[in-house]
């Protein structure tokens, strides 16, 4: 069992930056792949980005690649997103995510164990 938990989200105006973070309960964090998922009211939860269960590999989404980046501390058992130039439809709740066996279908909410209950991060124009 995995508990995760994030924080940081927040208002902040377009170009700005905000950094999230997940912490996870549990001893067996480093065996997990972690993934951020975003969802926008009226929308279905998004793949935002991924990060191997050593933090040798990431991965992006297209609308996020180059503003954004994810990083793990296995030793403090958290995973961040630093989001820089924000933009206004960036504004949704960002959840983290946690996938015990790697697959193909990383990007899909249905691959992945377990869930945090979000942090809202809205960004205005």
């Known amino acids: 069992q995995v508990q995760l938990v994030e924080s940081g989200g927040g208002l902040v105006q377009a170009g700005g930056s905000l950094r999230l973070s997940c912490a996870a309960s549990?001893?067996?964090?480093?065996?997990?792949?972690m993934a951020w998922f975003h969802q926008a009211p009226g929308k279905e939860r998004e793949f935002v980005s991924a990060i191997n269960w050593n933090g040798d590999s990431t991965w992006y989404a297209d609308s996020v690649k180059g503003r954004f980046t994810i990083s793990r501390d296995n030793a403090k058992s958290t995973v961040d997103l630093q989001m820089n130039s924000l933009k206004p439809e960036d504004t949704a709740l960002y959840y983290c995510?946690?996938?015990?066996?790697?697959?193909?279908?990383?990007?899909?909410?249905?691959?992945?164990?377990?869930w945090g209950q979000g942090t809202q991060v809205t960004v205005s124009s």
């Open positions: 995510a946690a996938l015990r066996n790697w697959n193909s279908d990383y990007k899909s909410r249905g691959a992945y164990d377990y």
């Open positions: 549990g001893r067996t964090f480093s065996r997990y792949a």
